[in-house]
C-alpha cells in the first residue's frame, strides 16, 4: 500500500500533473496506442522537465514501485504502460530545438516523430526514423529506428549524437562518445533498460522534397512482384529505399473506386537523389510491371512520414510479430502470397523494411543493434479496430509468423516484439547480449528498469 502522505509530497515536488485512478484524466491517460493492452497503473506522473523526472525515479526507488517509461505510447508490447506502479509519462516535454548550422536536433523524450519533422523541414533537414508521424521519438530511437531514409542515412541510432538521461540511482548525466561511452552504446539500441532519457541530439540529413509514395499491383502479380523486387532493392543505390507490403486499398481517395476494399501487394517507395533525376530513376520500376494503383511523385518529407496516418489512428487492435529476414526464397514468398490472400481486416499488413545501404556501413559491434546484415525487417501485424477482431487477427498474424519464421535469420526487431522472453531477446542482441548485461549491472543492478524488452543484470 502507498502512504498518502507520501503521494500528497510527490505531488507537490511536480510541475507537472499527477493522475491517480478516479482522476477525471485516468482513463485517457493510461491508454496506450495499442487497446489490445489494458494496464492500470496506480499513479501517473506528467513530467514536465528533468526535475520531475528525478523525482519520480526517486519516488518510485523509495516506495519500491515497479516503473513504466512512456514516450509516445506506441510501443508494440504496450511496454509504456503497467498494472499497478508508477507510469513516468515524457509526453509533456516535447521540445524540439534546431540548430540549422550544425544540423543538430535537440529533442525532447515526449515528443513525436510528426513534431521533429514539422521543425526540421523548415530548413531542409530531416532526422531518420519511421513511417508514421505519431510513433514516439523515444521507444523508437533506443530501439533502433528504421524506416524510409535508413538506406541513405542509416538507422536512427547511427543519427544520435548524445542523451541526457536520468539514471536508476537518481543522477542526472549526459553520455555521448566521450562521456559515459558506456551508457551512450547502450543506448543505441538496448531500449529503455538504462535509465530515463530526457533529450535526445541527433544529427540531422539534408532531406526536403523526395519522391515517394505507394505503388500497388493485382495479387495476380504478386509472385512476380515479390521476386524482381528482392533483386533490385539489394542492388540499388542508396538513395531509393523501398518497402514490400501486402494491403487492403481503403475505401477513400485517392484510392480508385474499382479497386476499394481489395488485397493487392505494393512497395512503398521514397528516393532522397536529385529530384530532376526521379522520373528516369522510377522508369524501369515502372517499365517492369506497370502499377495498378500509382501514387508516386515529388511529395514533402513530411508529407510522406504522415502518409498512412489515417489508415492507423490509435486505439486499434494491434498483434505484432516479426522477425530479420537475409534472403527471401521462393518458398518463403509461396507461404506469404498463402496468408496475404487472407487478410484479415483493412488494416492487417506484412511490411519488409530493407535495413540493408547505409545501415551496413556501421559495425555490427558499434551499437548493439547486431542484425546488421540482414536484408529485411519483417513484421505482421493483426490489425482491427473493434475488440470483438482480436483473436481472429492475432491468430492470422500468429500462423502467418510461423510459417514464415523457418525461413528467417534468427531475432527480430526489439521495436515490433511484444513481449515474447529472453531466449527472442538474446537472439536479436546476438554477440552484442554479453556487453549490453555488463552495462546493465553497473548502471542498474535492481533492475529498476525493467518494463522493457528486459536486459537482466544477472
Ligand atoms: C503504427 C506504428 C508504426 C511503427 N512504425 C515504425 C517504423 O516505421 N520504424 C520503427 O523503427 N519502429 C516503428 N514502430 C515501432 C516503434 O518504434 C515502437 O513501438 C516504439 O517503442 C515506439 O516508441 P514510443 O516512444 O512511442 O513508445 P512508448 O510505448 O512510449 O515506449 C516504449 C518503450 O520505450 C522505452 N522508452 C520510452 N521512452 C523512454 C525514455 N524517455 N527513456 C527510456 N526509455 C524509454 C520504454 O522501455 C518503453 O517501455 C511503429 C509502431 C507503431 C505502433
Not at 502512504?3 to 485512478?21: K, V, Y
Not at 539500441?189 to 539534408?206: E, I, M, S
Not at 524482381?228 to 514490400?244: H, L, Q, T
Not at 547505409?358 to 479496430?385: C, F, H, L, M, N
Request: proline share 6%; hydrophobic share 45%.
Amino acid at each position: 500500500m502507498l502512504n498518502e502522505a507520501a503521494i500528497a509530497a510527490f505531488r507537490s515536488s511536480l510541475r507537472g500533473e499527477l493522475i491517480e485512478p478516479g482522476d477525471s484524466s485516468y482513463e485517457a491517460a493510461r491508454k496506450v496506442y495499442n487497446a489490445m493492452i489494458e494496464r492500470r497503473p496506480r499513479l501517473i506522473a506528467r513530467c514536465a522537465d528533468v526535475a520531475d523526472v528525478m523525482a519520480a525515479v526517486k519516488f518510485a526507488r523509495e516506495q519500491r514501485l515497479l516503473v513504466a517509461i512512456r514516450g509516445g505510447g506506441h510501443n508494440a508490447g504496450g511496454l509504456g504502460v503497467c498494472d499497478g506502479g508508477l507510469v513516468i509519462d515524457l509526453s509533456p516535454m516535447s521540445h524540439v530545438h534546431v540548430d540549422p548550422k550544425k544540423k543538430t536536433v535537440m529533442v525532447g523524450a515526449g515528443a513525436l516523430w510528426r513534431d521533429v519533422d514539422h521543425a526540421t523541414h523548415a530548413f531542409g533537414l530531416a532526422v531518420p526514423s519511421g513511417i508514421i508521424s505519431t510513433t514516439g521519438v523515444a521507444g523508437l530511437t533506443l530501439g533502433g529506428g528504421i524506416g524510409y531514409l535508413t538506406r541513405r542515412y542509416g538507422l536512427t541510432i547511427d543519427n544520435l549524437l548524445a542523451v541526457e538521461i536520468v539514471l536508476a540511482d537518481g543522477r542526472f548525466v549526459t553520455a555521448d562518445a566521450r562521456e559515459n561511452a558506456d551508457l551512450f552504446w547502450a543506448v543505441r539500441g538496448g531500449g529503455g533498460n538504462f535509465g530515463v532519457v530526457t533529450t535526445f541530439l541527433f544529427k540531422a540529413q539534408p532531406v526536403d522534397t523526395v519522391y515517394g509514395g505507394p505503388m500497388f499491383w493485382p495479387m495476380e502479380d504478386a509472385a512476380e512482384m515479390m521476386r524482381w523486387y528482392r533483386n533490385f532493392i539489394v542492388k540499388a543505390p542508396d538513395d531509393i529505399y523501398g518497402f514490400f507490403a501486402f494491403h487492403t486499398m481503403p475505401p477513400w481517395a485517392p484510392f480508385p473506386e474499382h479497386l476499394h476494399n481489395k488485397k493487392m501487394c505494393g512497395i512503398v517507395w521514397c528516393y532522397t537523389g536529385a529530384m530532376k533525376k526521379a522520373e528516369k530513376v522510377f522508369r524501369p520500376i515502372r517499365g517492369f510491371k506497370t502499377p495498378a494503383i500509382d501514387l508516386v511523385g515529388p511529395i514533402p518529407h513530411p508529407a510522406l512520414q504522415s502518409l498512412f496516418d489515417r489508415l492507423y489512428p490509435p486505439g486499434m487492435q494491434w498483434y505484432w510479430k516479426a522477425d530479420f529476414v537475409k534472403t527471401l526464397s521462393d518458398e518463403a514468398i509461396a507461404q506469404h502470397l498463402r496468408f496475404a490472400e487472407k487478410l484479415p481486416s483493412l488494416e492487417s499488413t506484412m511490411h519488409l523494411y530493407p535495413i540493408n545501404g547505409a545501415v551496413r556501413r556501421v559495425k555490427k559491434q558499434a551499437t548493439p543493434w547486431w542484425y546488421r546484415e540482414a536484408t529485411w525487417s519483417q513484421v505482421i501485424v493483426g490489425v482491427d479496430p473493434d475488440p470483438a477482431n482480436k483473436e481472429m487477427v492475432s491468430a492470422w498474424a500468429k500462423e502467418y509468423w510461423n510459417a514464415l519464421h523457418p525461413y528467417a535469420a534468427g531475432g527480430a526487431y526489439i521495436n515490433f516484439m511484444m513481449e515474447e522472453g529472453e531466449d527472442r531477446i538474446r537472439a536479436t542482441y546476438g554477440k552484442n547480449y554479453a556487453r549490453l548485461v555488463k552495462i546493465k549491472r553497473r548502471r542498474d543492478p535492481a533492475n529498476f528498469f525493467r518494463v522493457n524488452q528486459n536486459i537482466m543484470p544477472k
